[in-house]
Structure formats: C-alpha cells, structure tokens
C-alpha cells in the first residue's frame, strides 16, 4: 500500500502543479486541479515517511489552487494549520 500511496501522491502532486501553471484553464481543469492537490496531500499524509516539511508542502499547494480559484479565506485557513 505505500507504493500506491508513494505513486498517486507524486502524480496528483505533479497534475495540480502543470494545472496551476496553465494560464487558461477551462472549468473541468480547474476542479482537476483542485482534486488533485487534494488528493496529494492525502495520499502523502498515508505514506510512512511523511514529515512536517511534507505536509506543509501539501497544504500549501492546496491554499496556492484556492487562492487562484478565487477562495482566498479557505486557502489561509489551510495554510495557517501547518504553516
């Protein structure tokens, strides 16, 4: 279960990360990235080497797809948990 969770955490990680720096996104792409960095952070957070530095990573890419969705107070509130 590691190996899965080692896979889709990097490639979740990965997808929101060429969505986020995709000038025009079409509204599908823009739930994609959201999903996507929702899913990376918690596949990263199942896996057994994961650290603080990894989380506030995550959360952090989850406030950055926020904060471009227009979701400014969600995003901070993510941020400030692990931040």
């Known amino acids: ?15 929101a990360w060429e969505l986020i720096d995709k000038p025009d996104r079409t509204p599908e792409e823009e739930i994609q990235m959201l999903s996507s960095a929702a899913a990376s952070l918690w596949h990263r957070t199942q896996r057994d080497d994961v650290t603080n530095q990894h989380r506030s990573v995550g959360y952090w890419q989850l406030t950055r797809v926020y904060a471009l969705l227009g979701g400014h107070a969600t995003g901070w509130r993510f941020r400030s948990e692990y931040g």
Do not use: G, K
């Open 1 to 15: 279960m590691q190996l899965t969770h080692r896979q889709f955490s990097t490639s979740a990680f990965n997808l």
